[in-house]
């Protein structure tokens, strides 16, 4: 099966220049477009949130999805890596047309692979390098880092501070600490807690 893939991020821009160039594209290469996948929306959201998420659960060896550039798949390369790692291990093959990828199950897209997949694993391991340093960072400046403090230290920062009259009145009324758990948006565990911590009867 061979798909279009065309992915504007804004109403005010439109999908017909891409589908004529992937479709004078598939003219010169004797190829037909057999379904069209079009989206309207940032390449910033995550692929799996889009339609093009769904596409790529669906193909398989043999199929062929054609877009203008690497670009539309994403706006930043890890998840543009993370895309095409994905659907050649589908052995789905991937070709571009500006870019002039053809990216599908030769060697040097075996390679390719491995090197997106290395890629990946080393960006997440900056990031989670740099997420340590920052929180190190913090904690050396006296700084809180992570939840706010508990309620008895600083009840203030709990989540049903001012709550404790509503509360009261409530379980008067004969509701049940569920329901106003389910009202005050929080867990019945956090509400029995906090009606035992501050003794509310």
Known sequence: MTYGYIRVSSDKQTVENQRYEIRQ????????????????????KA??????????KHVGKGDLIICSELSRLGRN????????SYCMRRE????????GYRLGDDIQSKVLAFA????????????SQRTREAMARLRAEGKHVGRPRGSKSSPETHLLYGKS????????????QRSIAKRLKCSPNTL??????????
Not at 77 to 84: A, D, G
């Open 25 to 44: 594209f598939c003219a010169r290469e004797g190829l037909v477009i057999e379904d069209w996948i079009e989206e309207t929306v940032s390449g910033t």
């Open 47 to 56: 692929y799996t949130k889009r339609r093009l998420g769904h596409l790529i």
């Open 77 to 84: 390369l890890y998840m543009i890596m993370e895309i095409l």
């Open 92 to 99: 789905c093959a991937v070709w571009t047309i500006k870019d």
């Open 116 to 127: 997106f997949g290395l890629s990946a694993e080393i960006e997440r391991n900056l990031i």
């Open 165 to 176: 009259e509503y509360i009261r009145r409530a379980m008067l009324e004969g509701k049940s």
């Open 192 to 201: 029995k807690r906090y009606i035992l911590m501050n003794k509310i009867a």
